[in-house]
């Protein structure tokens, strides 16, 4: 079974509507992270959490809200889609080791169309 | 100026080549190095990281760090198709000990 999970693995949307992508792990980590991908842009942070109750803006937060249910759920949500939110998406967790930032892990991503 | 950058290629080896991937940052209190590699349309999955400068082998990869001159890299030696992919520099900046910038990723094309 699949540590970090994404769901819906692909979606097609409308300009205007609400969407929301949710973000499931198992692997007991605390800290949550949503990137958007695009084309030569490599991976842009969107939000992150550290746990339940620390959310943080990344660097492209604008159109965007987020959601720590739990500590195994991060949910991202586009509460008006627009065109150029067209991307791939993923979550990530990660934890401390030793004091010491360890990888992150990716989900599988979720690939977003906005017509 | 990118915060953390690298050339987009596509860097073209011919197979059992040596390949040199390279990234510089701009945050010189950044204390952690990975990279990533990523096949077309899956999600990135880690190769290597590294924290002090000099190199570090782990079989056919060597990251190589050097804090002076804001520069790490990854070398690949006996290159194969397999190789092929897009690789993926992120840095942990000063200050903040979860969050990872990463460059545009560099694609690499092993050739047989």
Known sequence: DADVTQTPRNRITKTGKRIMLECSQTKGHDRMYWYRQDPGLGLRLIY???????????????????????????????????????????????????????????GPGTRLTVL | QKEVEQNSGPLSVPEGAIASLNCTYSDRGSQSFFW?????????????????????????????????????????????????????????????????????????QVKP
């Open chain 1, 48 to 106: 992150y959490s550290f746990d339940v109750k620390d959310i943080n803006k990344g660097e492209i937060s604008d159109g965007y809200s987020v959601s720590r249910q739990a500590q195994a759920k991060f949910s991202l949500s586009l509460e008006s889609a627009i065109p150029n939110q067209t991307a791939l998406y993923f979550c990530a967790t990660s934890d401390l080791t030793s004091g010491r930032p360890r990888e992150q892990f990716f």
């Open chain 2, 36 to 108: 990533y590699r990523q096949y077309s349309g899956k999600s990135p999955e880690l190769i290597m990281f590294i924290y002090s400068n000099g190199d570090k082998e782990d079989g056919r990869f060597t990251a190589q760090l050097n804090k002076a001159s804001q520069y790490v890299s990854l070398l690949i030696r006996d290159s194969q198709p397999s190789d092929s992919a897009t690789y993926l520099c992120a840095v942990n900046p000063a200050g903040n000990t979860g969050k990872l910038i990463f460059g545009q990723g560099t694609t690499l």
